[in-house]
């Protein structure tokens, strides 16, 4: 890796150094990834499931599969986007559950759909945050994964399971979305001579 690479990235050579050594089953290193990326696999989850109960639950089973699988990760370098996988596999299978479950509960007895609603934060970083949330969940988690948790496309296409043009079409509806949710709405009849 060139030094640029490594400025413009700095955790990555640490991240490739932890995962070296946790391969080799140094608790320490392995401790060390649990602290750096549990918030990241928690945040992809809730992305992913709307539930950040369901995306604790999630991470908490990924670093079970992550710390099983660490000693056959070939390349140190494929850490992020082989966790992110796992959360993705891990979300889908309990939005899975999540809908049988709802399905059945449904069938028994009618009930209300209770969604709980985040407040809204008064800033360009809330309104953007909130536009995000509008975006369907494929499209959410690859602008997150690529804009907010820095993974090339390649990377978001492993953690996400899909060909890297999907990626890249998933990012590119995303931004449209975001630039019509986020423009500013324009008066009728205004003159702009």
């Not at 690479?5 to 391969?23: I, Q």
Request: aromatic share 6%.
């Amino acid at each position: 890796m060139t030094v640029s690479g490594a400025n413009k990235h700095p955790g990555r050579l640490l991240d490739e150094y932890w995962v070296s050594a946790a391969r080799t089953g140094d608790r320490a290193a392995m401790s060390q990834l649990v602290k750096r990326w549990q918030p990241k696999l928690v945040a992809h989850g809730w992305r992913l499931t709307g539930d950040p109960e369901m995306a604790r639950d999630a991470a908490q089973i990924a670093w079970g599969e992550i710390i099983r699988g660490i000693g056959g990760l070939q390349d140190e370098r494929a850490f992020p986007a082989w966790a992110f996988r796992i959360v993705s596999r891990i979300c889908a299978r309990e939005i899975g559950k999540a809908v049988q479950r709802r399905e059945l509960k449904n069938a028994v007895a009618a009930e209300p759909n209770a969604t709980e609603t985040l407040p809204e934060e008064p800033s360009e970083t809330g309104a953007l945050r909130a536009a995000i949330r509008q975006l369907p969940a494929g499209e959410r988690a690859a602008i997150a994964l690529y804009h907010f948790e820095e993974l090339r496309v390649a990377e978001v296409a492993v953690a996400l399971a899909v060909p890297v043009g999907t990626v890249k079409t998933r990012l590119m509806n995303a931004r449209r979305k975001l630039r019509a949710i986020l423009a500013p709405k324009t008066i009728e009849g205004e003159d702009h001579a």
